[in-house]
């Protein structure tokens, strides 16, 4: 079955403790995303890759780094976490920036 | 403001009733396409349509677009109480962003 898996589903963790939240896709896709979402301000992109070793900035990088070591994985870590960066996570892959298929999300709440 | 900004912000309809949803974007795009997101879920890629094209339809949905006017619309006929849903609008915006708007979110009352 085609689809994106993202790990874990929902996260508690305290300021400043590095996470990294994990994302797979099965398709073969090249492009591969990161938003988070939170009330009153929709989806916000805060990493895109292209392809493997490509990446590039989204609209709220600040705080975030990802690699993309292998197509399939686009990992997402917090190396020191804060409150506001307590949001849903959605990470998305498609064969270019069009159609993309999203994961189930990742719940964070950072204390 | 966002490029793509959905209108109206909810909408709450009774099932059968047609559901029309707008989306008004700032520069110029290649495409246009609209999500639907069930309640906390991710995504789900509904339809694209071109910057040639002026109207699509896919099943109960139609989406017309007016490059003109720089806007969307998104009708779902017959609506059903599983259509209940935040639907989104999205463009790319530079070179490989996908911009989304913030969504209309619509309730079928049964």
């Known amino acids: 079955e085609a689809q994106v898996t993202q790990n874990p589903r929902y996260l508690i963790t305290v300021t400043g403790k590095k996470l990294t939240v994990t994302c797979s896709q099965n398709m073969n896709h090249e492009y591969m995303s990161w938003y988070r979402q939170d009330p009153g301000l929709g989806l916000r992109q805060i990493y895109y890759?292209?392809?493997?070793?490509?990446?590039d900035k989204g609209d709220v990088p600040e705080g975030y780094k990802v690699s993309r070591k292998e197509k399939r994985n686009f990992p997402l870590i917090l190396e020191s976490p804060s409150p506001n960066q307590t949001s849903l996570y959605f990470c998305?892959?498609?064969?270019?920036?069009?159609?993309?298929?999203f994961g189930p999300g990742t719940r964070l709440t950072v204390t | 403001s966002q490029q793509g900004e959905e209108d109206p912000q909810a909408l709450s309809i009774q099932e059968g009733e047609n559901a029309t949803m707008n989306c008004s974007y700032k520069?110029?795009?290649?495409?246009l396409q609209w999500y639907r997101q069930n309640s906390g879920r991710g995504l789900v890629h509904l339809i694209l349509i071109r910057s040639n094209e002026r109207e699509k339809h896919s099943g109960r949905l139609r989406v017309t677009l007016d490059t003109s006017k720089k806007s969307s619309s998104l009708l779902i006929t017959a609506s059903r109480a599983a259509d209940t849903a935040s639907y989104f609008c999205?463009?790319?915006?530079?070179?490989?962003?996908?911009?989304f708007g913030q969504g209309t979110r619509l309730t079928i009352n049964p």
């Open positions: 999205a463009t790319v915006q530079g070179a490989q962003k996908l911009v």
């Open positions: 998305a892959s498609s064969w270019d920036r069009h159609e993309q298929y």
């Open positions: 890759s292209m392809n493997v070793e490509v990446t």
């Open positions: 520069t110029s795009i290649n495409n």
